[in-house]
Each structure stands twice: as structure tokens, then as C-alpha cells.
């Protein structure tokens, strides 16, 4: 038996594989070992394993958030081998599980296009980077929270036509103090700005929503996909964003000269098919 667990800051979910096929999930708390502290996350580990009800394990692999040392994931490592007897435990940052679901085992671009935005080489077995996130403020172009955050922008100026302009006023507090406090104060800035990103796409058929859409898109393409070498690699493409808006980007993508391949929606169903050797 192993365990599979792929976590970002909110969530953790926990597969059990068994062979070739999963065999259970759960979910538990999220894990980001660089915001979090140790004691917390260990808790969650403990939960997990308890949920999983195993003393004993081929195998135990965690993608998370914040994994970016050996001290990390030598502590990391320590604790799960003193909850179980486990053949191999592996712990690695969630943009080599993006990698390891979208390409397997094969060379390519990673493109993570959800709520933020990410890029990475993978040749394989490792992955390297020619462009940092920068996050919604810095960067994330073409990501949700970009999106977002370019539609507010525009519409506090009064750029926004109708119907737009309506229909976010009728779902959203649109008032400039809830706008403001929603991104500034909250405690979540990227994730309400995340929110607002569907409805704007859902107008894509009007001229300004299409040019605000596709704008968000080609700056991605521009300023960091082009940055690898999309001439010789394909891109693939993780995250609920990127794939629920695949039709668009992929023509995007191939009027700049590159290749999409593969989208999964989320990490861990490709991760699952990695470690069952289906890919």
C-alpha cells in the first residue's frame, strides 16, 4: 500500500493506492511548510495517517506548498517514519507534482494556471525555472486573481460596460469600501479576486470581457512560456483556470507558435496515475 497526499495552504488530499488503482481518499487540513509552523503541520500528518489506519506502508509521497529545503524534508521524513514502517517516503514542493502530473516522466513545460500562475522545465526527473510567480501583486499573469484584479481596476475608473458592469454588481459588494477591504484587508486578497475571474469569462462573447480575457492569457504566453523553449517542448497545463478555459488558451498558445499537450484540472489525479506507472 502507499499514500499519496497533495497539499496547498487549505486542504490536503489523501489517496491510497494499492497496486495500480486507488483504493480510498480523504481530505484534512491544508499543509504550507513555509507559512505554517512544524507542530501544525505534523498534526495533520498524524490525522492523515490515523484516517489511513496503516502501520505499515510501501510507500508515502506528500507534494506540498513550501517544501524548498533538505531541512524541511528531513524533518518531514523523520516524522512520518516514526508513525509507520515505510518503505520509501519522498517529499517534494507541489510544482514537481504539477510537473510529474502533467508530464509523467517525459520532458516538457509546465504551465499552472489556477487562482496563481506558475512555470517550470521538467526534464523528467527535476525541474528548473527561468521565471518566478511573483504572486497577484508581482506577477500570476494569466492566473484567476489576475484576472480579478484587472477587472477591478478597470472597473473602479468606470471602464466596464453593461452588461458586465450589472451583472458584477449584482453578485458582488461592488461599493468602493467593500472592494478596497475585500483587497487589502482580507485574508485572502488572491482568492476573492479569484472569484470575480468566471464571471468575467463568462461574458467572453463581448468585445471588452474577450480583449480583457485574452490580454491576461498573452501576457503569460509573452512574458513567461516564451521564455523556455516552446520550439522543441510541449506545454501542459495544471490547474481549475487554465482548464476550464483550455479552448481559449490552447488558441492562444498556438498563435504564438506553441504546443499545449496535456490538462489536468487537478495535481493529484495525475499524480495518481504517476505513481500507479500509468504515466
Not at 513545460?109 to 527535476?126: M, R
Amino acid at each position: 500500500m502507499k499514500i499519496l497526499v497533495e497539499s496547498g495552504a487549505t486542504k490536503s488530499d489523501w489517496r491510497i493506492i494499492e497496486g495500480d488503482r486507488q483504493t480510498g481518499q480523504f481530505l484534512c487540513s491544508g499543509m504550507n511548510v513555509s507559512s505554517m509552523n512544524m507542530e501544525t503541520i505534523t498534526s495533520t500528518l498524524s490525522e492523515g495517517l490515523s484516517k489511513a489506519g496503516c502501520k505499515t506502508l510501501e510507500g508515502f509521497y506528500l507534494y506540498a506548498a513550501g517544501v524548498v529545503s533538505d531541512e524541511i524534508r528531513r524533518t518531514l521524513t523523520d516524522f512520518v517514519s516514526g508513525k509507520v514502517q515505510v518503505g520509501e517516503i519522498e517529499i517534494q514542493n507541489d510544482l514537481l507534482g504539477a510537473a510529474r502530473s502533467v508530464c509523467g516522466h517525459g520532458k516538457g513545460i509546465v504551465a499552472i494556471l489556477g487562482t496563481g500562475s506558475n512555470t517550470c522545465f521538467y526534464d523528467g526527473e527535476t525541474i528548473s525555472q527561468k521565471v518566478m510567480a511573483g504572486g497577484f501583486i508581482l506577477g500570476d499573469d494569466g492566473s484567476g486573481a489576475v484576472l480579478g484584479r484587472m477587472f477591478l481596476a478597470d472597473y473602479l475608473k468606470g471602464l466596464v460596460p453593461e452588461p458586465l458592469k450589472s451583472d458584477f454588481e449584482s453578485h458582488f459588494d461592488s461599493s468602493y469600501a467593500g472592494i478596497v477591504a475585500n483587497v487589502y484587508r482580507s485574508d485572502s486578497p488572491s482568492g476573492y479576486l479569484g472569484r470575480i475571474a468566471p464571471l468575467v469569462v463568462s461574458h467572453y462573447d463581448e468585445p471588452y470581457a474577450k480583449e480583457l480575457v485574452d490580454r491576461n492569457f498573452r501576457n503569460f504566453i509573452e512574458r513567461s512560456l516564451l521564455r523556455y523553449d516552446t520550439s522543441l517542448y510541449p506545454v501542459g497545463v495544471v490547474g481549475g483556470f487554465g482548464t476550464a478555459n483550455k479552448d481559449k488558451f490552447s488558441r492562444l498558445c498556438e498563435e504564438a507558435g506553441i504546443k499545449v499537450g496535456r490538462y489536468v484540472m487537478a495535481p493529484v489525479e495525475g499524480l495518481v496515475e504517476y505513481h500507479c506507472g500509468r504515466i
